[in-house]
Structure formats: structure tokens, C-alpha cells
């Protein structure tokens, strides 16, 4: 493993990787960057030829590669950043947020719809008469959609485009950045009468393939394929999970098998592995290797195109591909290496990459198997031959977890402690679910398809997920709400990392290093369990129609809200979870008076009551939009600041932020700025 990290791409990446991070928080004019970029590959050529060609050794040929490789990172970040672009739609000077815009949008994905929107990622192409580039949500009233959409279908709006709200409360799910990433910086919402769509469409790969996938769901449907089965279909063979049940899915997530539904490394393998045996034959005819490398690598890509070109099927089908190629020359390179060269050059096509979850997932899962996964097996070898095979397959499952386990717990919060049984009973026959469901999609496509071979296929699927939803049922064996930084996250890998060095090889270096990052771990969860039990904070968080203040004194806190139970407070779960606080928390009623760190604080609710006289006010709290004269208020406390939260009208709102500007008073609201904390 030491041997290679000392490869070259492996270090090259490295400083690509930090070229992009640094691009990303930092902005570096265009030209600045093409002059770097220029001044260096001539340096670095002049130093080639000067030394004629014996640069292995040159330490300084070797620095200026790592740099140029820094600069061609944050070169990769900037370029592919539309805001940068002159035709970006929020450069344009038709643009404007506030007041009604026509333009015209093609259709790029549909997404999984909510209960009341229809959701299409769409490319503003053209704001009035100008042409543009840029990514939108698209929100349609399920009740006024009178016409579906479909990927590539051109429609003219008139409406405003609404920039992605920031996470109001503490701990939340950041859905601003998440859509950031995706280079997604407006949404609009519509309705029937506000869109026209138009005859004309956007022709490319994506729409052949999208109607490529909405031709074989409407094909299945003809042979009674129920909703869930249908869904785990389109997910399964055709990367699309936006019909899955959310329920269905968080069955697979607790049964640690979500990534079957996820087209990835194992699917491409196991396709792969079934094209190489179909063309298998060709290889007796002159180039017949040759044209069967070919056709594998164009029906990969095909089978890519058709899944929606998802960063977890573009880096595996580009893996495979770097491996078919291997096979041809007979060269069948180095695994990491493989994987280093198609997560460099992926990067270099699309460095976004690199902030996608699935796409870190999925790496470290492959790195993991190929490296874990065959001292795991060498610990045991039974002589019968299946239980070898099932001793193999539980050593593939328990890899791929302890490479993904701290990343996963990082973002998810939990773990699937029935993983292995899920993954020993589903991966055996996935190969066959896999080749059966090809076989069915091309007969159902060209209509030949039996009624009792979709009956049978039908009943597999019903098969995995009555499986699946069994396993996720054994609640007892789910590890829920756990919570982990990203200081704590690293320490961790690093201890995995050495620990299983030392296994590898067992020396008294390697073992000093496993104790140090043994100790680390120990080190940053007294540091981490220190700094909250020295903390207190006061919050009045964002939530709509309610009112919740949370209290806390280190791990000891009090939630007073209006409501009867918070269960369903997602904000009040995402803070306690957010902390590593415990779930049992202390509820009551809203008060009108708090003392916290030197200051005294009044909520006024819906009884308007205020008129404390013998106490001296700092903050004043206004919740449940009460008639209050907001100028008495102010003159008879004189507070340091005024906060209102999401419960009161925003009429009121707005008549009493001009009353606090107008007498000095600073004034804070939860709707715009988010949660208000106090913190000591």
C-alpha cells in the first residue's frame, strides 16, 4: 500500500484535489490562471530538454509538477463554475430577481416529485432575447400540470426566480450548498397558466435515453408489474430511483443494501463480466479481440448513457473501461492504479465530482475490497468449496463497510448492523437478477416477452424487497443517531488505516503509529465532550406556525415550545443529533421571562403582555404575532435587540422591522437571518 502512495497519479491527484478545494473557496481571475498554467508547462519543458530527459531524480522538475498539478486543479474548479460565465443567466441584464422573467428552459432530469410539485432540474437557454446558460429548479403544481415533461422538452415561463433558501436552523441539512454543487442557484415555482410549451425540442443523448427508459416502464406496465417491483426495476437496471417509495428506501438504507439500488461498480462488473463471456467467441476471428474490446467499451458506455450518466456509473464504467482496454493489450494493470487514473481524469472532466457523496462512497468502497478484502479471506480457508465462496463474499461485504463506515456515519448517522446477511443473500444472486432483467426489458421492448417469464421476474423482485424489508424490521441491530465530526471522522481512517498496516506487516514502527492514532481518537472525543459541556447557548429557532426555544448548559437542555409533543420537529432532531446530545429532553411550556449570560429576555406571545415594570430588559422575543403597539414597546424597555421567528404574520413582521429602524433598535428575524443564538 506504502508502494502505492509513492505512485506518481497518486500524488498528482493529491495536489489536484487541494487545487480544487482551494478553487472552490477562492476566486482566481481566468487569464490569471491560463498565464500560470503557461508559465509553467514552459519551465517544465525547457527543464525536460535541459536535463535530456532524465527528470526521475530533478527535485525541482518534481516540485513544479505538483504545483502545475495545483493550478490545473484550481484551474478545472474555476472554468467549469458557470457563475464565471459571461452567458450565465445571473450575468445577464435581463435578469432580475424581483419582478417577473421570461425565459425559456429545457428539461434535464426529472426528479422525484413531492406532494404538492411536480420537480424538474431544467437549462435556463434563453431570458427574453438573449441566450443563456444555467441550471433551475423547476417547481409545477401537481394540480394545474396538465402535460407531463419529459427530458429535453422546451417550455416559455413567465415568473420569478427564487434564490435557494440557506439553512435556518442550526445542524440542518444544508440543501442551499447541496444544490450549489450541482452549480443550481434559483428555483421557480408555476403553474399551468404560467407556461407554454413549446414544439421544438432540446435533442441530445439524455433525451434518447430518457425516452429509451420511459418506453421500457410503459412496456413492463403491460405485464402488470406492481409499483414497487416497477420501481426497483427502474432503479436496479435503469439508475432511476425517482418512483421508489420512501419508505421502500429507507428499508434498504437500514438493511445496508442501498447500494444495490444505486448502479455502480458491482452492476458494471457483473455486465462486464457477461459481455466478455457473450463476445467471447469473436475472439477467434482475425481482430476479433480487438472488436470485441470495442464493442464492451461502446455498450458500456451505452448501458452508462441509459442510467443517467450518474457519477457513481460514470466512474465505474470508466474504470471498466481503462480495464478492457488492459485485457486487450494484455496488460492487465494494477487495480489501484486503474482506479487512481479514472478518478484523475474524472476529476479533471467534472472536479463537482468531488463534492458528490456516492462518488466518495463508491471509492472508497472498491479501495477497500481490493485492498482489505484478501487478508480478510486469507484469515480462514475452509475446504468445501461454497463455504469458501460464502467466506469470500462476507470478506467483499465486511471490506467494503470498513472503508465506508466512518464517511457514512459522518453523513447518514447510522449503522446497518444486519449488513453482512443482506449482502451474503442478495450479491450471489445479483448477477442473475442482473442478466434476467436485461433479458426481460429487451422482450418486453420488442413485445415478445412471455406473460409467465414477467410473472417470474415480477416475483423475484417481490422476493428481494420482502427480503430487504424483513431485515430492515429487526430494529434492534440498527445503530441510529450517531454522531460524528469530521476531526473525529479522519482519526478514525487514520486508526483503520494503520491498525490494518500493522496487520499486513507487524512492526514496532507500525505499531507506535496504530497507539498514536489510537490515542488521537481518545484525545479529540475528550476535547469534542469538553467543549459542549462548557457551552451554553439560548436559540430561537425558525420553525413555521410554532414557536421553540431551545436552553442548554452543556449536555443539559430544555426545549419550551408551544406544541404538545416535538417528535416531529425535524429541527429540534437535526440540533440534538447535530450535538451528540441524548434523545430524552426536557419539554415545557413557553415562558415570558429567561435570564441567560447577563441578560434578561421577555417573549411576547399572543397575549401581548409586556408590561414588566420592575425588570430590566436586554432582548425582546415576539412570537405568535401579537397586537402590540411595537413603539411602546420600545420606549418603555429600551431593548438592545428585537428577534420575531416564523410564527407571527409577516405583515406584522414587516411593520415592525420599520419601527425598530426608525428608533435605532436593532432587529433580527428568524425567516431571513435564521435561528437567533446566544451563546456563552
Avoid at 497519479?9 to 478545494?21: A, R
Avoid at 486503474?338 to 472536479?351: E, R
Avoid at 442478495?426 to 442473475?432: A, D, E, K, T, V
Avoid at 429540534?572 to 429576555?601: D, M
Amino acid at each position: 500500500m506504502f508502494k502505492f502512495l509513492k505512485f506518481i497519479p497518486v500524488q498528482l491527484i493529491f495536489f489536484l484535489i487541494i487545487g480544487i478545494l482551494v478553487g472552490s473557496n477562492y476566486y482566481f481571475q481566468p487569464n490569471l490562471l491560463v498565464k500560470i498554467l503557461s508559465f509553467l508547462l514552459v519551465v517544465l519543458f525547457a527543464i525536460y530538454v535541459y536535463t535530456n530527459r532524465q527528470i526521475k531524480s530533478n527535485i525541482i522538475f518534481t516540485i513544479l509538477a505538483f504545483i502545475l498539478m495545483f493550478f490545473i486543479g484550481t484551474s478545472t474548479i474555476t472554468f467549469k463554475n458557470q457563475l464565471y460565465n459571461k452567458q450565465h443567466y445571473t450575468n445577464s441584464s435581463s435578469f432580475k430577481p424581483k419582478s417577473n422573467t421570461i425565459a425559456t428552459i429545457a428539461i434535464k432530469e426529472v426528479l422525484k416529485p413531492t406532494l404538492k410539485y411536480n420537480k424538474y432540474e431544467a437549462e435556463v437557454v434563453q431570458l427574453q432575447n438573449t441566450k443563456s446558460i444555467g441550471s433551475i429548479l423547476v417547481n409545477i403544481e401537481k394540480d394545474s400540470s396538465k402535460v407531463d415533461l419529459n427530458v429535453g422538452d422546451n417550455i416559455v415561463v413567465s415568473t420569478l426566480f427564487y434564490e435557494i433558501n440557506k439553512p435556518l436552523n442550526p445542524y440542518v441539512f444544508n440543501y442551499k450548498k447541496y444544490l450549489e454543487n450541482k452549480q443550481i442557484y434559483h428555483q421557480i415555482y408555476i403553474d399551468n397558466t404560467q407556461l407554454f410549451k413549446k414544439t421544438t425540442t432540446s435533442h441530445s443523448l439524455k433525451r434518447s435515453a430518457a425516452k429509451f427508459r420511459n418506453k421500457v416502464i410503459a412496456s413492463l406496465k403491460k405485464y402488470e408489474f406492481k409499483d414497487n417491483e416497477l420501481a426497483v426495476v427502474n432503479a436496479l437496471l435503469l439508475g432511476q430511483r425517482q418512483t421508489i417509495s420512501k419508505d421502500l428506501i429507507e428499508s434498504y438504507s437500514d438493511a445496508g443494501a442501498i447500494h444495490i439500488l444505486a448502479v455502480s461498480g458491482l452492476h458494471i462488473g457483473i455486465i462486464l463480466l457477461i459481455l466478455t463471456f457473450l463476445l467471447k467467441p469473436l475472439h477467434y476471428f482475425k481482430h476479433g479481440k480487438f472488436i470485441s474490446s470495442v464493442l464492451i467499451v461502446c455498450l458500456l458506455w451505452m448501458y452508462a448513457i441509459i442510467a443517467g450518466l450518474s457519477p457513481s456509473v460514470v466512474r465505474a464504467v470508466t474504470m471498466f473501461t481503462a480495464i478492457t482496454i488492459g485485457m486487450y493489450l494484455n496488460k492487465p494493470s494494477n487495480i489501484y492504479n486503474t482506479l487512481v487514473i479514472s478518478m484523475f481524469f474524472l476529476l479533471l472532466f467534472n472536479p463537482y465530482y468531488l463534492y458528490d457523496v456516492g462518488f466518495k462512497l463508491s471509492y472508497l468502497a472498491v479501495f477497500a475490497i481490493v485492498w482489505v478484502q484478501p487478508k480478510i479471506v486469507s484469515l480462514w480457508n475452509p475446504k468445501n468449496k461454497f463455504v469458501f465462496k460464502m467466506w469470500e463474499l462476507f470478506a467483499v461485504s465486511l471490506a467494503a463497510q470498513l472503508g465506508v463506515l466512518p464517511l457514512s456515519i459522518f453523513y447518514f448517522h447510522q449503522f446497518p448492523g444486519l449488513f453482512f446477511l443482506s449482502n451474503l443473500v442478495i450479491i450471489p444472486f445479483l448477477g442473475f437478477i442482473l442478466t434476467v432483467g436485461i433479458i426481460v426489458i429487451a422482450l418486453s421492448v420488442i413485445e415478445l416477452l412471455p406473460q409467465f417469464m414477467a410473472d417470474i421476474f415480477n416475483a423475484i423482485i417481490w422476493l428481494l424487497n420482502t427480503f430487504v424489508e424483513w431485515i430492515a424490521d429487526k430494529d434492534v441491530f440498527i445503530i441510529k443517531n450517531i454522531t460524528l465530526s469530521l476531526l473525529l471522522m479522519c482519526t478514525l481512517y487514520s486508526f483503520i488505516f494503520f491498525a490494518l498496516k500493522w496487520i499486513e506487516k507487524k512492526t514496532f514502527y507500525r505499531l507506535i503509529l496504530v497507539l498514536v492514532a489510537f490515542i488521537s481518537i481518545q484525545a479529540v472525543m475528550i476535547f469534542e465532550k469538553k467543549k459542549l459541556q462548557s457551552t451554553k447557548e439560548f436559540i430561537v429557532f425558525n420553525e413555521n406556525r410554532n414557536s421553540v426555544i431551545v436552553c442548554r448548559f452543556g449536555s443539559n437542555y430544555t426545549v419550551y415550545t408551544s406544541k404538545d409533543s416535538i417528535e416531529n420537529l425535524y429541527s429540534i432532531k437535526a440540533y440534538v443529533l447535530g450535538l451528540g446530545l441524548t434523545t430524552v429532553t426536557n419539554q415545557k411550556p413557553i415562558k415570558n421571562l429567561y435570564a441567560f449570560n447577563n441578560e434578561t429576555i421577555l417573549v411576547i406571545d399572543s397575549l401581548g403582555i409586556y408590561n414588566f415594570k420592575s425588570i430590566k430588559l436586554s432582548i425582546i422575543v415576539v412570537q405568535n404575532s401579537p397586537k402590540i403597539n411595537m413603539e411602546r414597546v420600545l420606549k418603555k424597555h429600551q431593548p438592545k435587540k428585537v428577534i420575531v421567528d416564523a410564527s407571527n404574520y409577516r405583515s406584522y413582521v414587516e411593520l415592525w422591522e420599520k419601527t425598530c429602524i426608525k428608533n435605532k433598535t436593532p432587529f433580527y428575524s428568524t425567516m431571513q437571518k435564521g435561528a437567533f443564538i446566544l451563546k456563552k
